[in-house]
Nanobody, 115 residues
Framework: QVQLVESGGGLVQAGGSLRLSCAAS????????MGWYRQAPGNQREFVAG???????IFDASVKGRCTISRDNAKNTVYLQMNSLKPEDTAVYYC?????????WGQGPPVTVSS
């Protein structure tokens, strides 16, 4: 079992920045993928960004160029730096860890971007 604890969510003005953190604990494999998904009211959960244990990153087109994802393997922690935030970035952001064919999820604190 894996537990993911998120921090860094909150309220930010459009054009501003914030940094999300997600610390994983429990039965974690040395090879895993960590990332972020988000879900706005009335929408499906969508992929935002991800990073493998080797450092390969991928971004959804909606945030590419505005976000940076990184991880600290020693701490099993993933970070999402979000810049130039837009109101459409408002959503509940879920941290994800994928390993051995299974997924673990954080509690999804909200991010609100005011116009």
């Amino acid at each position: 079992q894996v537990q993911l604890v998120e921090s860094g969510g909150g309220l930010v003005q459009a054009g501003g920045s914030l940094r999300l953190s997600c610390a994983a604990s429990g039965s974690i494999s040395s090879i895993n993928d960590m990332g972020w998904y988000r879900q706005a009211p009335g929408n499906q959960r969508e992929f935002v960004a991800g990073v493998t244990s080797s450092g390969t990153t991928i971004f959804d087109a909606s945030v590419k160029g505005r976000c940076t994802i990184s991880r600290d393997n020693a701490k099993n922690t993933v970070y999402l730096q979000m810049n130039s935030l837009k109101p459409e970035d408002t959503a509940v952001y879920y941290c994800n860890l994928s390993q051995m064919g299974s997924d673990s999820w954080g509690q999804g604190p909200p991010v609100t971007v005011s116009s």
